[in-house]
């Protein structure tokens, strides 16, 4: 089984600061995949970035850029020009390769989650 | 609009009771899952389905079941509703290998 742990259970910074949310996981898989969701209050969860366990390359999607270091099972989310807008919990999830053409056989397991506050 | 709707959106259940959370989705994905949302927990899978016609056990199955009669619709029943089943319940699909799971909006229930 796999785990996944967040060790910041809230964070807060300023508007415009650059802010890292850290996640390390535990598993036995070769081949997996991770990723950041995002959950403002509306309770929504919406994906932030991907990164497949295969690829050295750090995925980055606009402001949001990971630091994936596969041996040493780490996966941080680094956020930068910060928004008032990207106040939310932050969940780390991680999904192991799947033999399914449909998805990812076993589901996501999550960490417990990071709250970020942006002031303003 | 494309996505998936889960009914109702809240609930207050007495314990004991029989209930059927919905879910629907519009985008042809072959897998479906439920999650629970727990504060301090994050979430924790509960069933899934890959298929239509297949469904399998998550982390936390004990007390509820699923069905998966069609690629749209994944029910997900508690028999006899206790108060440790209060909870917010989400609904995930994903149509493609290895890819990103889309969440439903949640339905918030309450087990008294």
């Known amino acids: 089984a796999q785990t996944v742990t967040q060790s910041q259970p809230e964070m807060s910074v300023q508007e415009a600061e650059t802010v890292t949310l850290s996640c390390t996981y535990d598993t036995s898989e070769s081949n997996y995949y991770l990723f950041w969701y995002k959950q403002p209050p509306s309770r929504q969860m919406i994906l932030v970035i991907r990164q497949e366990a295969y690829k050295q390359q750090n995925a980055t999607e606009n402001r949001f850029s990971v630091n994936f270091q596969k041996a040493a099972k780490s996966f941080s989310l680094k956020i930068s020009d910060s928004q008032l807008g990207d106040t939310a919990m932050y969940f780390c999830?991680?999904?192991?390769?799947?033999?399914?053409?449909?998805?990812?056989?076993?589901?996501?397991?999550f960490g417990k989650g990071t709250h970020l506050i942006i002031q303003p | 609009i494309a996505g998936i709707t889960q009914a109702p959106t809240s609930q207050i259940l007495a314990a004991g009771r029989r209930m059927t959370l919905r879910c629907t989705q519009d985008m042809r994905h072959n897998a479906m899952y439920w999650y629970r949302q727990d504060l301090g927990l994050g979430l924790r899978l509960i069933h899934y389905?890959?298929?239509?016609?297949?469904?399998g056990k998550g982390e936390v199955p004990d007390g509820y079941s699923v069905s998966r009669a069609n690629t749209d619709d994944f029910p997900l029943t508690l028999a006899s509703a206790v108060p440790s089943q209060t909870s917010v319940y989400f609904c995930?699909?994903?149509?493609?290998?290895?890819?990103?799971?889309?969440f439903g909006p949640g339905t918030r229930l309450t087990v008294l």
């Open positions: 389905s890959n298929t239509a016609g297949t469904t």
């Open positions: 995930a699909s994903s149509g493609q290998r290895n890819n990103e799971q889309f």
């Open positions: 999830a991680f999904m192991k390769h799947s033999m399914y053409s449909g998805g990812g056989a076993d589901g996501l397991t």
